[in-house]
């Protein structure tokens, strides 16, 4: 590796692990509001406590379709596979080492600040800290980011060819992240700020796994 396509990649991953660090900030801002019951903590009730349409039939199973796409062990599977067909077409182990790398930091971080913070579900109208709940952080929340945000690294990164190649799909997976969102809102599962930290730390996780990958070099990957 030259010495310009080095500090290229030194400069990139300085510049990842600054932005995983403010994202990662911000999920401690979200946890002190939290836990202080600050500005934030009053917003949660304020929307818990605006009417929410119910939503039944096909309108229901749709809504608990959607909200699934942040479920762990959905979104674990998809990605767990998708890395596995991409490491095995590029003969490269890097795509399932990210994977698993992701999987296990995100779930090493949200189930202990789960446990920690023991906070009740909104559905219950009990906002109790340190009551063996298990709402903050969303797990939804983070899932939908790291999991979904990963695979579309993966894909533009690794694949490098049509219909890829060129095309971030990054967009996309704002869209499903704000749609987890949107939907564990209206269906009580989560409160505002259970959401708001799971996308922080899900943020600052996957930014930080991709900074680790932009530095260590691969022959496989495209500098």
Known sequence: MTTDLLAKRRDEMFHALRV???LFLGFLFITQQVLTRGWLYRFDHYILNLKNPHFKGLAGHILIGLDDLGLRWFTATVLLISAAIISWRFKS???INLSILALLSL???VGVSKI???RTKPRLYIDVLHANGLSYPSGHASN?????????YLIYRYTNRAPFEGIKLYPIVGLITATVFIVSLIRNT???SDLLGGVFIGGALLV???AIDRFIP?????S
């Open 107 to 109: 779930n090493l971080v």
């Open 116 to 118: 920690v913070i023991g």
């Open 20 to 22: 995983s660090g403010l």
């Open 208 to 210: 930080a796994i991709i």
């Open 93 to 95: 182990f890097r795509p």
């Open 190 to 192: 989560h409160w505002f």
């Open 144 to 152: 939908a980011l790291i999991t979904w945000g990963l695979l579309a």
């Open 218 to 222: 691969s022959d496989k990957q495209p």
